[in-house]
């Protein structure tokens, strides 16, 4: 799914969809989202709820900062998500996204059904914003 959508593997999609049934019909969505991975299977089961909540906060923000670098052309403005409670981290973040969004996609269209995605598409596909405009 990240390399189908993720805008970051745009280059390589024929390498890496183009022998399967998808390479040569792609969707209006390929390559023009930035995906956000989470792997939660590296957090241990604790004991205790407030170890467990920690690993839990960690792995996210972890999550976070990989992003912010995977796609740090589009958050050059934005401060880096620090330690801390996990659910404000998301708060900013979100915001964040939103504001991206703004730049980058004014306008909402209903989402594709081939593409199974129960969101908006935007009219045109993804752009880092023009850092100029602000």
């Known amino acids: 799914m990240e390399c189908y959508y993720d805008v970051n593997h745009a280059d390589r999609f024929d390498e890496l ?10 969707t209006p969505l390929r390559n023009s989202r930035l995906v956000m991975r989470f792997d939660f299977s590296k957090v241990p089961l604790k004991t205790a709820v407030t170890d467990l909540q920690q690993a839990f906060d960690d792995e996210c923000l972890n999550s976070f900062r990989n992003f912010y670098s995977d796609h ?16 404000a981290s998301l708060a900013r973040f979100l915001q964040e996204i939103r504001e991206v969004n703004r730049l980058c996609h ?16 935007e009219l045109s596909p993804a752009k880092p914003p023009n850092n100029n405009s602000r």
Request: charged content about 25%; aromatic content about 14%.
């Open 106 to 121: 004014p306008r909402p269209l209903p989402a594709s059904r081939r593409d199974n995605q129960y969101h908006w598409q």
């Open 17 to 26: 969809f183009g022998n399967s049934d998808i390479g040569p019909n792609p």
């Open 72 to 87: 740090r052309q589009w958050f050059e403005k934005f401060p880096k998500p620090s330690s801390g409670d996990t659910s």
